[in-house]
């Protein structure tokens, strides 16, 4: 008697970079070490003390866009680095993420402060997709000419996580430094990737069980599996929206070839009717043979 095999439903595989998830593996004020590495690896500090502005956004509903945003962390010296999560890169996201790093920067500033005191906001993109000058690109704001810099109130980095996940896999991941490692590692999309990544590096074996830790928490999940659906969503709509307009195009198509059609068979009913009155054949004869009206035919008559 052969034995019926039990159906398993399939893992989900959520990615590092998923924005829940991140929060929770570098926003967790009760341990600061995965945020700490990412520090030190990114920006080359290790600070004494870190308070992470927005932890109360992880346990929000994730229906609540409020817990899209970003994770805010803020030093001892007041230096506040923001790290943003790019799925998409275009001219819009370029735009709003200098928008928030701008107002980040005047929530600073209290009624009746100097200017001098506001502190120096660092946003971090990790950018999923998009173009790059290079890997790793770096503004602030210059003189164009000499490259002197204006004030260092404001500084974006820009990461093409693509790249350095490639290169986790196209190089040996043992002789990689530990900023490219790290920067693969929050390109990786499941468990499997995360191991061949963080394997031999402490550190980033850290960031690992703490991913390991959450990926499989009812929250995390739910909001994936609700992530997931609003993206189905907005596909199908963009795939109907693309339909039908495609069967206007088509519809407006052929109404102006049949439009087109008539027009050439009127024109040359008009043609053949002109010879017929030069050879002084009948008016209604002409309308007889060209379908056209006694009053078109004798209106040709005349001009």
Do not use: W
């Amino acid at each position: 008697m052969l034995k019926k095999l039990k159906k398993t439903k399939a893992k989900i595989q959520i990615p590092v970079y998923f924005d829940l998830l991140f929060k929770k593996i570098f926003g967790n004020v009760n341990n600061t070490k995965p945020l700490r590495i990412l520090l030190k690896r990114m920006l080359s500090i290790e600070p004494k003390e870190i308070t992470i502005l927005n932890s109360e956004l992880i346990n929000r509903p994730y229906k609540d866009k409020k817990t899209a945003c970003d994770l805010i962390v803020e030093l001892e010296d007041g230096t506040k680095i923001n790290f943003e999560i790019n799925t998409q890169v275009n001219q819009d996201i370029i735009n709003r993420n200098t928008r928030l790093l701008c107002l980040n920067i005047s929530k600073d500033l209290n009624p009746g402060e100097e200017y001098r005191e506001i502190k120096s906001q660092i946003q971090i993109n990790l950018d999923l997709k998009g173009n790059h000058i290079k890997s790793k690109e770096e503004y602030k704001i210059i003189e164009i000419e000499t490259g002197k810099i204006l004030t260092d109130a404001m500084t974006i980095i820009r990461y093409d996580i693509p790249y350095f996940k490639e290169l986790c896999y196209t190089n040996s991941v043992n002789e990689l430094d530990g900023l490219s490692r790290l920067l693969g590692l929050l390109g990786a999309n499941n468990e499997e990737e995360v191991d061949y990544i963080t394997k031999g590096d402490e550190e980033l074996e850290e960031i690992g069980k703490q991913y390991k830790k959450y990926v499989n928490e009812e929250d995390v999940i739910g909001a994936y599996d609700y992530e997931l659906h609003q993206r189905e969503l907005a596909r199908i709509e963009k795939e109907e929206a693309v339909a039908e307009a495609l069967e206007t195009a088509i519809k407006q198509s052929e109404i102006e070839k049949e439009e087109a059609v008539e027009a050439a068979t009127k024109q040359n009913k008009i043609e053949i009717a002109r010879n017929m009155l030069k050879k002084n054949f009948d008016n209604n004869l002409i309308s007889q043979i060209t379908g056209l009206t006694v009053k078109e035919v004798e209106e040709l008559s005349e001009n």
